[in-house]
């Protein structure tokens, strides 16, 4: 079974530093990645996505990631971070070819907090 | 072109009732797939409906049940809720053949008293 790890459950910048959320996956073959946020009382957005193409993703709002088969890792980062990058961050991955269907297995998240 | 919504956005019932919630997926999906958050935790996917049918299912017990109409709308029941069932509901749409890009609903916050 596939699982998803994300390490710290809250993460705290200041505006304008190095945003880097980390989640490694547990997976018989390179899964399809993904990376989703939600604010407050919403639900989920797509930041990005890794469906065995180029290993660097770049997403919307500046986010970016690079998937390591290696490290089994796909990181979550971000050059400059702005106030309004403060969200919970889920990671979440799904089997590739897998006929069933194609639920996604979701991290416990990252709270991003940002400090002016 | 409207996303993925969801009804009610709120809903507060009690132990050993039944609900019903509802999902409108984004134009064009054919797949919908239920979620629950519960508070601090990420989803955890309960089942996925195509062509009106459940193609697969989470750890849920079977207190849980969907459907699928044919115009790709779905629904989740809920019966005998316990306190446990109190989370955010989320719903989410794809397309079958598509890479697994799910679009995700504001949700049904359920509040079981």
């Known amino acids: 079974a596939q699982s998803v790890t994300q390490l710290g459950s809250h993460v705290s910048v200041s505006e304008g530093a190095l945003v880097l959320l980390r989640c490694n996956y547990s997976s018989s073959v390179p899964p399809y990645l993904f990376w989703y946020v939600q604010y407050p009382n919403q639900g989920l957005q797509l930041l990005l996505k890794?469906?065995?193409?180029?290993?660097l993703v770049k997403g919307i709002n500046g986010f970016e990631a690079e998937f390591k088969k290696s490290e089994t890792s796909f990181h979550l980062t971000k050059p400059s971070a702005h106030m309004s990058d403060a969200a919970e961050y889920f990671c979440?991955?799904?089997?590739?070819?897998?006929?069933?269907?194609?639920?996604?297995?979701f991290g416990g998240g990252t709270r991003l907090m940002v400090k002016p | 072109d409207a996303g993925v919504t969801q009804s009610p956005t709120h809903l507060i019932k009690t132990r050993g009732q039944q609900v019903t919630l509802r999902c409108s997926p984004k134009?064009?999906?054919?797949?919908v797939s239920w979620y629950q958050q519960a508070l601090g935790q990420g989803p955890q996917f309960i089942f996925q409906y195509y062509e009106e049918e459940e193609r697969q299912r989470g750890n849920f017990p079977d207190r849980f049940s969907g459907h699928q109409f044919p115009n790709y709308s779905s629904e989740l029941n809920v019966n005998a809720l316990l306190l446990g069932d109190s989370a955010l509901y989320l719903c989410a749409s794809s397309l079958r053949a598509g890479l697994g890009e799910q679009y995700f609903g504001p949700g049904t916050r359920l509040t079981v008293t």
């Open positions: 979440a991955v799904r089997e590739p070819n897998n006929n069933a269907g194609n639920m996604l297995t």
């Open positions: 134009s064009g999906h054919d797949t």
């Open positions: 890794y469906t065995s193409a180029a290993t």
